[in-house]
């Protein structure tokens, strides 16, 4: 299995709205990525989980709020989200090793926010 | 700063050969990776290059030089599924830290 999931494909939601983007891989991979991809622009890394902590969060606003349950799941949790937070939102997963092991990343979520 | 520079875009023939530039300056370097990304969709890994020289990976190879801060992504007997935009990332000094160029959209034409 070399895949990375998530769910949801696309969402909407208002300002007001409290929802949750899920990411799951079964690989074996101890690293985890939320990364923020607007339209014609390269993905901008928001958090990193590294064995299930936390180990990098590049100043996120606190209306996104990452959880690591376990080695496999990610969940990205929103709230009173802003118009501008529209944008494709990507999970990735590597391995803990380096080396040529790259990210893999999964199809990613669509979110606009009304 | 971490910098990580590409062209916006280029145009290339069917069949034809194009080369895609990245020039880069990070504090630390673990590997340089090469991404494909069609619109609206994942990146997908094309190449990776830690060592001085070229990888060659069937119609796709790629260069680096670690001394010049430069690598380059060499497309053969270009199709037309290959319009897409390739991204170039370095590997930092933190192993789970990768930063992006801003891509090059690869149009190709008939």
């Known amino acids: 299995d070399t895949e990375v999931t998530q769910t949801p494909k696309h969402l909407v939601m208002g300002m007001t709205n409290k929802k949750s983007l899920k990411c799951e891989q079964h690989?074996?991979?101890?690293?985890m990525y939320w990364y923020k991809q607007k339209a014609k622009k390269p993905p901008e890394l928001m958090f990193v989980y590294s064995y299930e902590k936390l180990s990098i969060n590049e100043s996120v606003p606190s209306r996104f709020s990452p959880e690591c349950p376990n080695s496999s799941l990610l969940n990205l949790h929103l709230h009173a989200l802003q118009p501008e937070d529209s944008a494709l939102y990507l999970c990735?997963?590597?391995?803990?090793?380096?080396?040529?092991?790259?990210?893999?990343f999964g199809p990613g979520t669509r979110l606009l926010v009304l | 700063g971490q910098n990580i520079d590409q062209p916006t875009e280029m145009t290339a023939t069917e069949g034809a050969i194009v080369q895609i530039n990245c020039t880069y300056q990070?504090?630390?370097?673990?590997?340089l990776f090469w991404y494909q990304q069609h619109a609206g969709e994942a990146p997908t890994f094309l190449s990776y290059?830690?060592?001085?020289g070229l990888e060659e990976k069937g119609r796709f190879s790629s260069f680096l030089s670690r001394s010049k801060g430069y690598s380059y992504l060499l497309l053969k007997e270009l199709q037309m599924k290959d319009s897409a935009s390739y991204l170039c990332a370095v590997r930092g000094m933190d192993f789970n830290k990768f930063y992006f160029g801003s891509g090059t959209k690869l149009n190709v034409k008939p």
């Open positions: 990070t504090s630390g370097f673990n590997g």
């Open positions: 990735a997963s590597s391995p803990p090793s380096g080396g040529q092991e790259t990210q893999y």
């Open positions: 290059n830690v060592l001085d």
């Open positions: 690989m074996g991979h101890r690293a």
